[in-house]
């Protein structure tokens, strides 16, 4: 198993090919003998190569056989065709990726490993523009160079925090930046910047009481894309779309945005072991953007949003789709994923909640997320915190909530 990873990846996007050319080094500390990583068969790697050791590329791995033990560096330049995980807006309005980052870079997408990610992608001038694009890129973790040459804008991202890969993901878009503190906001238009600021501090401070400790990354960045309604957390960021900050501004929609957050939290800080207790990002991540809008709205709009889980719930079970919140299952990342993770755990959190008390329910989510932090958990890990916090033993409702 290869640790303290460490990748570089350099990516320009061709907007006309829909493809991305990339050049990528993992830095990486390993024993003699075989390591490997993921990418999708739409990535095709032109070159690989490792000082010790012989890299063998395969449709959906680069496996490297090494003949030492030590720290290595696997070289790669490789060009990536639209692959799940990626997605180019209609009329050339930009690109933004989700979630499997083995569609553009070779990458261990195992939420075991965490790793480290410098990033720069280059956007090309087009022919017809004589110059900039007007296109900006916004990534992962702190916003770092930033420059202008003959041919490109040029954007840098560092995370310098290792974090699982499925948090590297970045976007590209015709986009204005506001900054507030510690708060970024990308957007067409940033005119309800202020607004949008208020909403997520307010949101922020609510989350951190909640959570009694700082999240991983200082800085926050939200990036508000072109395209259809989505939500994808990132390492400091999350991808939406301009809809959804219309909808936060005018509507005072906040359940995505504070879904979102939350997961900087419940997710990038607190990392799962395992896509089997995926409902510990995202059972987190909503029932929190429900208790934020208790707080935010009052009690009855929380009733509400659980009443509403409720009916998901039984529409689920109807439909024969229940299982345990812990779940092993799952054969790809993407079959751990849908709605029970979100639903069900969002709905045994509440009765947690109920359970338990505020006092104790309150103090426990502090304790499991402050003691996790930067670490990898399952779900016995919150079953500890709660016992502990409570003084109770909660095997009997953890079995019937979580492992059956
Ligand atoms: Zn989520």
Redesign the pocket.
Known sequence: MAQSTRYSVKLVPDFERQLFYGDETIEFQADAGEVQWQKQAGLHVASASVADGEVTVGEQAVRVRLRSGGRHRLKLKYTAAAGRGVQWFADNAGLATAFYCESWMVCGNSPGQRATLQLEIAVLFRPLTHGASGFRAVGPGRRDKEWRDRDADHFVFEQSAPVQTYLFSFAVARLAVAVDGIFSIYAQRTDASKAAFAKTADAYAFLRAAASVDPMNSDYTQAFLPGPSM?Q?AAGMALMSQEDLANLVANDDVQLMA??LA?QWWGVTVGIRSWSDFWL??GF?EFMADAYIEKHQGRAAYDKQIAELQDRMNKLREAGKDRPLHWEKWKDAQEALGQIPYVKGALFLDRLRTELGEEIFWRGIGLYTSANARRLVDSRDFERAMEKTSGRDLRALFDEEVYR
């Open positions: 939500g957390e879904h979102e997961h990002n995202e991540a």
